[in-house]
């Protein structure tokens, strides 16, 4: 099996990931994928506003990325909290020690098998890319996608002045993404 390239940005949140994420996506053969770590809930689940400027739902390309990977879409969105408490259920730092043992080995497993590599392989075939930018941040999803076998991890990892980011966090950021009803 080929393995996915995936280039993720971590770092903490206001480091310019998002910034460096969009810069790699003007790249021939780079995917701007945002932070697929929250791709359950703010898209699939809470459709929010793509980098298109579209919902979620009405981009046509994650339907089409979506439509092929998960061929019978009714069963994901029927099926989101169910994958979501999946996801939350196995990505926190606490719990990286047991990733490898028992029951979280097992649920590492179907998370990268059933949802990963379907999604991932996707972006890729729909996309014309060929490398996927995840600028999801968190060492936990890190950690995961680094047992994903089918995935061939590089990492750059932002750092930014700590009293920028203090500063930055003082500051209110336009979330024009979420929709509010």
């Known amino acids: 099996m080929d393995k996915f390239k995936v280039l993720y940005i971590a770092g903490a949140g206001r480091s310019a990931t998002t910034l460096l994420e969009r810069m790699l996506g003007q790249v021939p053969d780079f995917f701007s994928a945002g932070e697929l770590r929250y791709i359950w809930e703010r898209s699939f689940k809470e459709n929010q506003l793509c980098g298109c400027k579209r ?36 990505d926190s730092i606490r719990y990286i020690p047991f990733l490898s043992i028992g029951n979280f080995s097992k649920k590492l497993e179907k ?32 950690y995961i996608l680094s047992k994903c076998d089918f995935i061939d991890l590089y990492v750059v990892h932002m750092v930014r002045d700590s009293r920028g980011v203090a500063y930055s966090w003082t500051k209110k950021k336009p979330r024009p993404e979420i929709i509010h009803k």
Do not use: G
């Open 55 to 90: 919902n979620f739902m009405d981009c046509e390309i994650w339907q089409s990325i979506i439509k092929e990977a998960f061929r019978d879409n009714n069963t994901i969105f029927n099926n989101i909290d169910e994958i979501i408490n999946l996801l939350y259920s196995i």
């Open 111 to 142: 998370f990268c098998n059933e949802f990963v590599y379907p999604l991932y392989k996707n972006i890729l075939l729909k996309s014309n890319k060929k490398i996927i930018v995840d600028s999801s941040k968190y060492p936990s999803y890190l």
